[in-house]
């Protein structure tokens, strides 16, 4: 039996807003997946009666370059901690078994920011494209960018 290697993710990021503030924005998946996909992810909706109250709830979205559906589901969160994990329902793509967790911290020594912590982890099917988990793994890079971003201040 041949294993097939797991690929893991840690990123972090110092975030210019209150943990608060951050929190109410990304404890629903859905407004972390138009923060992070912008306009190339479109039908973004809760399933089966899925919202934001609700765990497990599943949701999904398609990305618009291939109509690729992307089908999850949030399978844990801890409001207290300002946690939230989610994961994959079917293969998307050449994902699958993917598993991501992010969660919200005070920087203590600097009242109004947050810390943010994102964890990921996923397998590749074996039809893969040689060179994908590299791609994934260079656009998950840019995703806390774009989150960092989302909660800077305005330009002056």
Same mark, same amino acid.
């Given at each position: 039996?041949? /294993?097939? !290697? ?5 990123? @972090? ?5 209150? !943990?608060?503030? +951050?929190? =109410?924005? +990304? *404890?629903?998946? /859905? ?22 109250? *609700? %765990?497990?709830? *599943?949701?999904?979205? @398609?990305?618009?370059? #291939? ?6 589901? +949030?399978?844990?969160? #801890?409001? %207290? ?6 994961? @994959? ?5 050449? $994902?699958?078994?993917? %598993?991501?967790?992010? *969660? %919200?911290? !005070?920087?203590? #020594? ?5 810390? $943010?912590?994102? =964890? ?21 890079? #840019?995703?806390? =960018? ?11």
């Amino acid at each position: 039996m041949i /294993l097939k !290697p797991k690929h893991t993710m840690y990123q @972090t990021t110092v975030l210019d807003a209150d !943990p608060d503030a +951050v929190w =109410s924005e +990304v *404890r629903d998946v /859905l407004k972390l997946v138009k923060i992070l996909f912008g306009d190339t992810v479109g039908g973004v909706e809760w399933v089966e009666g899925g919202s934001p109250e *609700r %765990v497990p709830s *599943r949701y999904e979205f @398609t990305m618009l370059a #291939n109509q690729g559906l992307v089908q999850q589901e +949030v399978a844990g969160r #801890n409001d %207290v901690a300002r946690s939230l994990t989610y994961r @994959t329902l079917a293969p998307v793509l050449c $994902l699958y078994d993917y %598993v991501a967790t992010y *969660r %919200v911290f !005070p920087v203590t #020594n600097d009242p109004g920011r947050s810390f $943010l912590e994102y =964890s990921r982890e996923f397998m590749v099917t074996d039809d893969a494209e040689p060179g994908i988990v590299e791609a994934l793994m260079t656009m998950m890079d #840019n995703q806390i =960018s774009v989150v960092r971003d989302y909660f800077a201040p305005p330009a002056q």
